[in-house]
């Protein structure tokens, strides 16, 4: 017999609220020392490998995904705080727990329950939200004659930056790189 799951923070607002946050959000710099150092190593990979403007898209996405984690934390009364550098994990560790919940998010058959916050159906409905909105405003800016696999081709690159975003933040937070900030004072 399984043990009951906590029930998860329903949270107060809606997806489309959450949305509109993580993209405010993403106007201002959201990331700690760590996230930081993890996006400009991607985003320097990414420049190396996809000609034009691809790594600006993935910086952004990948951006609005990680603050889409940190409305959620917000939205639920959650605080965290950067683990001083003397306690901080090790960045292999983090980012082999990104990977983890990387994969998992985007696998139909795997149980994410433990790198949520909140519940699943409207984290997704946030994610779904924020990816329509960056394939939307990176459309505005190609040929209007983009064929349908392009077009999926486009989506599919926003949402692993999207996911990947939100899922060093989640790592950052069950590695230890960021902690309640309760446990600070006490």
Known sequence: MTEPREAKPAGLLEA??????????AQSEV???????????EMAAEREAQPGNFAIWANAA???????????????GLAFVTT?????PDRAEVEAMTKKIFVALRSDDADIDPYLIS???RLFDVLDQIIGSEVRNRLDNVDSNMS????????????????????VRAAEQLTGAIRPAASVDG
């Open 16 to 25: 489309d609220q959450m949305a509109f946050r993580s993209r405010a959000l």
């Open 31 to 41: 990331f700690t020392s760590l996230a930081r150092s993890m996006v400009n190593d």
């Open 62 to 76: 990948f951006t609005k995904g990680y603050c889409v984690r940190n409305v959620e934390e917000d939205d639920v």
């Open 84 to 88: 001083p550098p003397e306690e901080m």
């Open 119 to 121: 519940q699943e159906d």
């Open 148 to 167: 349908s696999r392009a077009r999926q081709e486009l989506e599919d690159y926003i949402t692993f930056w999207v996911v990947r975003g939100y899922a």
